[in-house]
């Protein structure tokens, strides 16, 4: 089984100042893991994804994640917001389900940019 | 860029009546996907697809829901009597392969009275 907790429904931050998506998942086996951003009145689009490969994977938009597996997490930062990065982010652990490609999503970090 | 297309954006219906949403995913795209998002819930995984058979449901996909690949590009899924509780924003997704980068179209709002 395996699972995503995003320690955050709502971050708040200054434009221009750094972002930090807090996220922890368990699996029972090697994740894939990804973060996708949905925003208003549109599909999820993917950020990122990590993969066994690079522990820093870097994205879209400036955004990086950083995987460790001894805290289970999977944190997702970005240097400096933007107002353009107003949206709902979600962390997503890949690989489970019988068939292998199941997704499972947190719950959710809803981002506001204040200028 | 190629990318998901799902309609309608937002589906009206009375409980007990049949809604069909439809997606159609990236063409050379071969495995589907259909995921639920209930208001102020987690986004949840449905059912997978792959050449004309499910290979995966989750428990929310009892015998009311029905996923079908009428031709070489819609998907459709079907819930054939409408219950309340159905009412959510329902994702459809695809992927060229197993890498699990899931290509999410823009969702169908369903809303049942």
């Known amino acids: 089984a395996q699972s995503v907790t995003q320690l955050d429904s709502h971050v708040s931050v200054s434009e221009g100042t750094p972002v930090l998506l807090r996220c922890n998942y368990s699996?029972?086996?090697?994740?894939?893991l990804f973060w996708y951003v949905q925003h208003p009145n549109k599909g999820l689009q993917l950020l990122l994804k990590y993969t066994s490969a690079a522990t820093l994977v870097k994205g879209i938009n400036g955004f990086e994640a950083e995987f460790k597996k001894s805290e289970t997490s999977f944190h997702l930062t970005k240097p400096s917001a933007h107002m353009s990065d107003a949206a709902e982010y979600f962390c997503v652990v890949g690989g489970g389900g019988a068939a292998g490609n199941k997704l499972t999503f947190g719950g959710g970090t809803r981002v506001l940019v204040k200028p | 860029e190629p990318e998901v297309t799902q309609t309608p954006s937002h589906q009206v219906t009375q409980m007990g009546q049949e809604v069909i949403l439809r997606c159609v995913p990236i063409s050379n795209h071969l495995y589907f996907y259909w995921y639920r998002q209930i208001l102020g819930q987690k986004v949840e995984f449905l059912v997978s697809f792959y050449n004309n058979e499910i290979s995966e449901k989750s428990e929310i996909f009892d015998d009311q829901f029905s996923v079908e690949r009428p031709d070489g590009s819609n998907f459709t899924l079907k819930i054939r009597s409408t219950k309340l509780e159905d009412s959510a924003m329902y994702f459809c997704a695809s992927t060229r392969d197993r890498s699990y980068e899931q290509y999410f179209g823009p969702g169908t709002r369903l809303t049942v009275t």
């Open positions: 699996s029972s086996y090697s994740p894939s």
